[in-house]
C-alpha cells in the first residue's frame, strides 16, 4: 500500500520565508488576542503591503499563512460552547430524526432534514443486504442518557443547589384560607412563582 505524504505550502518555503511567515501569524495572533478580533477581521483591515513586504507577493507565503491560520482558527474553536453544542446534539436527537416513512408505510432512513449537530450524534450504521433485495439497517445514536447527565451537570441540576430549588418549587403549594382577600392571594401566588 502506497504511503504519501501531504506536503503543505509551509513545507515548501525557504528558510528565510518560514521566519517570514512565522513572524506574520505571530503578529497576527497577538493582534487578534489584544483586540479580540478574529484572523479574518484583522487580514481585512490590513492594508496593502506588498511593496513593502516582498514575501507577500509570493503565492506559496500566501498559501503557507492561509494554512497557519486555518490551524489556529481550529485549534480556537475547542471551546466551551462547542463542546457543549456537540453535547446536545446528542442529548436531544431522537431516532425519529432520521427515518422517513415511504408511500409503502415502512421507514426509510434518510439524512436529507438532519443538521450537522443530529448527523453527529449517530454512533454507528450497519446495512445488512437481504435476499430479494431488501435491506436490514441498524442504526446507533451515542448514549443519550450520558450527554443529558453531562449537560445536567455543567448546569448543576445533578448534585447542586439550582436543582434541588428548582424540585422544591415544582413541589410548593399554596394554602388558600377562606376568608382570604384578593390581594393576599395575589401575594401568596406571587411567592410561590418568584421561589
Not at 118 to 143: T, Y
Not at 184 to 189: G, K, L
Amino acid at each position: 500500500m502506497a504511503n504519501f505524504e501531504i506536503i503543505t505550502a509551509y513545507k515548501q518555503l525557504s528558510p528565510s520565508e518560514r521566519v517570514f511567515v512565522d513572524g506574520f501569524v505571530d503578529d497576527l495572533e497577538t493582534q487578534s488576542n489584544d483586540t479580540g478580533f478574529t484572523f479574518a477581521q484583522i487580514l481585512c483591515d490590513l492594508p496593502v503591503v506588498e511593496e513593502h513586504e516582498p514575501f507577500l507577493s509570493l503565492a506559496l507565503v500566501r498559501a503557507a499563512i492561509s494554512e497557519r491560520v486555518k490551524d489556529l482558527t481550529e485549534e480556537r474553536e475547542l471551546s466551551v460552547h462547542k463542546t457543549l453544542k456537540e453535547l446536545r446534539g446528542m442529548a436531544y436527537s431522537n431516532i425519529g430524526n432520521y427515518f422517513k416513512v415511504d408511500e409503502n408505510g415502512l421507514p426509510e432512513l434518510t439524512f436529507e432534514t438532519c443538521t450537522p449537530d443530529q448527523i453527529g450524534a449517530v454512533k454507528s450504521i450497519d446495512i445488512e443486504m437481504l435476499r430479494g433485495g431488501s435491506r436490514k439497517i441498524k442504526i446507533q445514536l451515542h448514549d443519550k442518557v450520558a450527554a443529558l447527565k453531562m449537560l445536567m451537570q455543567f448546569q448543576d441540576l445533578l448534585d447542586g443547589e439550582e436543582w434541588n430549588r428548582s424540585v422544591k418549587s415544582q413541589k410548593e403549594t399554596v394554602a388558600i384560607e377562606n376568608d382570604a382577600t384578593v390581594e393576599s392571594v395575589a401575594e401568596s401566588y406571587s411567592r410561590l412563582i418568584n421561589a
